[in-house]
T-cell receptor, first 116, second 114 residues
Framework: DTEVTQTPKHLVMGMTNKKSLKCEQH?????MYWYKQKAKKPPELMFV???????INESVPSRFSPECPNSSLLNLHLHALQPEDSALYLCASSHPLRGRNTDTQYFGPGTRLTVL | GENVEQHPSTLSVQEGDSAVIKCTYS??????FPWYKQELGKRPQLIID?????GEKKDQRIAVTLNKTAKHFSLHITETQPEDSAVYFCAARVLTGGGNKLTFGTGTQLKVEL
């Protein structure tokens, strides 16, 4: 399996809702990432998990809460979002394996989020 | 932090012509430079990458060159085809204490016309 999967594909939520985005990979990667991508813009890094521990938080507002329950799963919990948070949320994964540096990040198809 | 500039923002070529997209980066510690292709509504897909110990890499119609001294790298697509039409992003990677951090360029919309 050489794919990163994400659910749901589309999500519409109100500003008072709580929802979660899910990401899964079975490539044995031990680094997983959340990116936010606005229309016609590049992906912007939000969080990095390395060996199931949060290693990078790019000063993301607390209404976004990541979680890495195990080495294959990555969640992004959403609460009290604003309309400007509407975007494509991309998950990615990569190595490293311990003692070895490999670089390629593989992206999932994304969740298209609309906040009303 | 790292800053990646990408030019041009849009590029139109005739089918069969070559296309060149250029990027510059700011952090001399960056050591890995991937290129992603993103079709409308799809995920970014890696098309080629280069590491800082290599000056050039080629894969069929696609090639990437890297000039570490000048801190710039370029994507070259030869014999363009309509299916090459997409947005192309360059990126630069810095290994930080927290891990593997990619900074993307602003993207180039490539249109290959028949």
């Amino acid at each position: 399996d050489t794919e990163v999967t994400q659910t749901p594909k589309h999500l519409v939520m109100g500003m008072t809702n709580k929802k979660s985005l899910k990401c899964e990979q079975h490539m044995g990667h031990r680094a997983m990432y959340w990116y936010k991508q606005k229309a016609k813009k590049p992906p912007e890094l939000m969080f990095v998990y390395s060996y199931e521990k949060l290693s990078i938080n790019e000063s993301v507002p607390s209404r976004f809460s990541p979680e890495c329950p195990n080495s294959s799963l990555l969640n992004l919990h959403l609460h009290a979002l604003q309309p400007e948070d509407s975007a494509l949320y991309l998950c990615a994964s990569s190595h490293p394996l311990r003692g070895r540096n490999t670089d390629t990040q593989y992206f999932g198809p994304g969740t298209r989020l609309t906040v009303l | 932090g790292e800053n990646v500039e990408q030019h041009p923002s849009t590029l139109s070529v005739q089918e069969g012509d070559s296309a060149v997209i250029k990027c510059t980066y700011s952090d001399s510690a960056s050591n890995y430079f991937p290129w992603y292709k993103q079709e409308l509504g799809k995920r970014p897909q890696l098309i080629i990458d280069i590491r800082s110990n290599v000056g050039e890499k080629k894969d069929q119609r696609i090639a990437v060159t890297l000039n570490k001294t000048a801190k710039h790298f370029s994507l070259h697509i030869t014999e363009t085809q309509p299916e090459d039409s997409a947005v192309y992003f360059c990126a630069a990677r810095v290994l930080t204490g927290g891990g593997n951090k990619l900074t993307f360029g602003t993207g180039t919309q490539l249109k290959v016309e028949l």
